[in-house]
């Protein structure tokens, strides 16, 4: 009985492991997305009461991040810090897929130059709420410029 019980918990300290290399959790990246591929919607559904996603960059050793995202004029975006892990692997523009409530979309994420002060209020605005410490921790949206990198994502 010892022998079946030393070989479950061995098991299912493999398993952990196994799963906390591969899938996100928290600020750790992981490797595979999962979900429901799906076609890419005409008009995205409400995102407001939604307050992460997964986003994977691609890469020789992809990275899926869990991450929040917000909904501005119908287009939905997600900021990075301008020297973050993905961030650096996207770049200006690149392929990325986006898990939303169980389905995965293939998206392109297009990186936000100019204009982008609208957006990342919006963004302050919707977490600002329910993760103040966090939200207060971000820059002022006038040098948000040179310290954040915002991205739309957008059909491939």
């Known amino acids: 009985m010892t022998r079946v019980l030393t070989w479950i918990g061995g098991a299912v300290i493999a398993t952990a492991v196994i799963y906390a290399l591969i899938a996100p959790i928290g600020p750790a990246p992981g490797i595979f997305i999962g979900g429901e591929a799906t076609d890419v919607p005409e008009e995205w559904p409400s995102t407001a009461a939604v307050d992460e996603i997964l986003l994977k960059v691609p890469g020789a050793l992809p990275r899926v991040v869990i991450i929040w995202v917000v909904d501005y004029d119908g287009e ?81």
Do not use: C, H
């Open 76 to 156: 939905l975006y997600v900021v990075g810090a301008q020297d973050g892990g993905w961030v650096s692997m996207i770049g200006d523009e690149s392929p990325v897929q986006m898990r939303l409530e169980g389905r995965t979309y293939d998206l392109i994420a297009k990186r936000v130059d100019t204009g982008w002060e609208p957006m990342v209020s919006a963004y302050k605005e919707k977490y600002a709420p329910n993760y103040p410490d966090i939200v207060a921790g971000f820059p002022a949206v006038k040098d948000a410029g040179g310290i954040m990198a915002l991205y739309r994502l957008g059909r491939g």
